[in-house]
């Protein structure tokens, strides 16, 4: 099977692992990360967002490393692959449409980004875990398959784009499943038609060379590149000693890059 996610993946930029997350343990995890965000993250447009989710819920951290991603992230990203970030995204009712783009490092309006044409490497791999069944009704995120093979995307090519492409269609996925995309897809938050919210749990993995300090607060890259330039830069507190030692002993290894000092 992974065979074919690897085959996927490669043509379309993405690809879905399904029954990651058991179903009885979806709706649990689903209330934690609503109650950690509501409490302790922000809303924007219609969007609850909480960075670095890993400080107050440690719950989902044995799926990180479930064989399927596990497999795929050796694939691309080599033996010494981390994590990044993890975030809480909740698109609340009627929230705002957001633009196309592509992750970090490829867009534009996140600074510490590199420039266009983009190598042709997979180099930062993003998961959206899938907490309520994703489907159009939802707004599940919005994709240009094949788009990741392009040199370029919406970011570099004038203002924020919000509007339609032929191609582009909903991820549809049940709760429990995965979303798994190259970075460089081009993809973009739908709006929630639904009478739920809708919850997922974005987690980006990167290879061991990749520079993340551009992330990280108060980092002399975050100065330099971000704030002495007043750029946006996507903001990731460090992990805190005591959620760290809550953290399931083979995913450790995962965050000790990014734990506070």
């Known amino acids: 099977m992974i065979i074919k996610k690897i085959e996927e993946f490669e043509e379309n930029g993405y690809t879905i ?7 009885n343990e979806v709706q649990l995890l689903n209330l934690e990360l609503q109650e950690s965000a509501d ?3 922000k809303n924007n447009n219609g969007i609850t ?14 799926y990180l490393i479930h064989p399927d991603i596990k497999h795929l992230m050796l694939h691309y990203l080599g033996e010494d692959y981390r994590i990044s ?3 809480t995204q909740i ?6 449409k957001g633009d196309w783009h592509a992750d970090w490092p490829f867009c534009v ?6 420039n266009k044409p983009f190598p042709k490497k997979v180099l930062h791999i993003t998961c959206i875990f ?25 970011t570099f090519e004038g203002d924020p784009y919000y509007g339609d492409y032929e191609d582009q269609i909903n991820i549809k996925g049940k709760a429990g499943s995965v979303f798994v995309m190259d970075s460089r897809l081009w993809h973009a938050s739908d709006v929630n ?12 993995y990167a290879p061991w060379w990749l520079n993340l300090e551009v992330f990280r607060p108060n980092s002399f890259d975050r100065k330099k590149i971000i704030e002495e330039k007043n750029k946006f830069g996507s903001l990731y507190p460090s992990v805190k000693k005591d959620a760290f030692s809550k953290i399931n002993d083979e995913v450790k290894p995962l965050f000790e890059h990014w734990l506070e000092k």
């Open 109 to 114: 309006f996140n600074g510490g980004n590199i």
């Open 49 to 62: 967002y909480l960075a670095t989710t890993i400080n107050f819920c440690q719950s989902f951290d044995k």
């Open 39 to 41: 409490k302790f993250g």
């Open 17 to 23: 692992l399904e029954d990651v997350i058991p179903q």
């Open 193 to 204: 038609k639904s009478n739920k919210r809708r919850t997922s749990l974005v987690v980006r």
């Open 85 to 87: 970030s993890t975030s």
């Open 91 to 96: 698109n609340e009712q009627n929230n705002k």
């Open 130 to 154: 899938m907490f309520v069944d994703f489907d159009k009704e939802v707004g599940s995120t919005l994709v240009k398959p094949k788009s990741h093979l392009l040199e370029t995307n919406p």
